[in-house]
C-alpha cells in the first residue's frame, strides 16, 4: 500500500438532514478530494431507521467508498434485495453465517470490517471470538500486513469498546472507532502504537435532537415506558461528526475528531 493514507470516518447518519450535511461538507465543500478513503455509518440514513437502496447510493454518490452498519441494518425491508449486491455495504461479521451480506471488504489498501457488541444489545455471537475468526479467514485471502485493517465497533458500553480495541489491537487490527451511542467522545488515542481508536465518532444530524430523534417522542417513552414511534428532528442547525486517521506505512500516526454544525443544508423536512 501507498505509504502515507489519510481516512475519514463519518459518524451515524440520522435521516435526511445528515445526509445533506454529507453531502455539504464532502461535495460542497470539496473536503471528500482530502481522504484516500471515507467510510460512513449508515444504518440509520433513511428516515432514523435503516438504509434503502435510493440512499445507499445517494451517499455513494458523495464520494463515500464504504457503508457501515449495526443493528438498525435490517430496519428497511427493501435491505434484503441489494445487500448481497453492493460491493461498499458491510454488516456485522458476528451476525449468524447465514446472514444476507458480509462483515467485511477488501479494498486495495484497507480491509473495511463491522462488528456488533453484546452489553445492551440483541443476542449475537461473540464479538472477541467472531474478530478472531475474522483474522483468520483474512489471512487465507489477502496479505495483511499489505492493507489497513479497520474495525467499525457498533456498541454500547464503553467498557466493552476500549477492551474490544485493545483486544483487537494485539490481533494486528489498525483502527476500531466506535458508534450507536451518537455522542462524540474526546477519547481519541492510538493504542500501543498500532491501532487508533475512539469510543464513539458521534452522530450526524439536528443538535436540538435526543441522539437524532424529536424530543417529545423520546421523552415520551422514557416517562412511560410504552413504545412511542421515534421521529426524526430536522430543525437547525445539523451537527457533522467524524474522525480522521492518517497512517504512515499502515501504521496509524494521528487522529483527530471533526465536530461541525451547519445553519443550513437545504430541504429536508420530508423524507425521500
Not at 455513494?60 to 435491505?79: A, M, P, V
Not at 458491510?90 to 477488501?106: F, L
Not at 464513539?200 to 423520546?218: H, L, P, R, T
Not at 483527530?256 to 454544525?261: D, T
Request: hydrophobic residues 35%.
Amino acid at each position: 500500500m501507498q505509504e502515507n493514507f489519510k481516512l475519514l470516518f463519518i459518524g451515524d447518519i440520522v435521516g435526511k438532514c445528515a445526509r445533506l450535511a454529507v453531502k455539504k461538507f464532502l461535495v460542497d465543500e470539496n473536503n471528500a478530494q482530502k481522504y484516500d478513503f471515507i467510510i460512513a455509518n449508515g444504518e440509520n440514513a433513511s428516515h432514523g431507521f435503516g438504509l434503502t437502496k435510493k440512499n445507499h447510493d445517494e451517499l455513494l454518490s458523495y464520494g463515500i467508498n464504504c457503508i457501515t452498519s449495526g443493528n438498525h441494518i435490517w430496519d428497511k425491508k427493501d435491505i434484503s434485495s441489494y445487500i448481497d449486491e453492493s460491493n461498499n455495504l458491510v454488516r456485522p461479521y458476528n451476525y449468524h453465517k447465514s446472514t444476507q451480506g458480509v462483515g467485511y471488504i477488501i479494498f486495495d489498501n484497507i480491509i473495511v470490517a463491522n462488528f456488533l457488541g453484546k452489553t445492551f444489545m440483541p443476542p449475537i455471537d461473540c464479538p472477541f471470538v467472531a474478530l478472531e475468526k475474522m483474522i483468520e479467514e483474512l489471512k487465507q485471502k489477502c496479505n495483511l500486513e499489505e492493507k489497513i485493517l479497520f474495525v467499525d465497533f457498533h456498541a454500547e458500553a464503553t467498557a466493552e469498546k476500549q477492551c474490544f480495541a485493545k483486544y483487537a489491537s494485539a490481533l494486528g487490527v489498525n483502527c476500531v472507532i466506535g458508534t450507536h451511542t451518537h455522542v462524540q467522545t474526546a477519547d481519541e488515542t492510538i493504542i500501543d502504537e498500532n491501532c487508533a481508536y475512539l469510543t464513539d465518532a458521534g452522530f450526524c444530524g439536528s443538535k436540538n435532537s435526543v441522539i437524532g430523534m424529536e424530543y417529545s417522542g423520546s421523552i415520551k417513552r422514557i416517562i412511560t415506558s410504552i413504545n412511542e414511534r421515534f421521529e426524526v428532528e430536522t430543525s437547525m442547525p445539523i451537527l457533522l461528526n467524524a474522525c480522521e486517521i492518517e497512517f504512515l506505512n499502515k501504521k496509524p500516526i494521528k487522529i483527530n475528531r471533526i465536530n461541525v454544525s451547519y445553519d443550513k443544508v437545504g430541504e429536508c423536512e420530508n423524507e425521500n
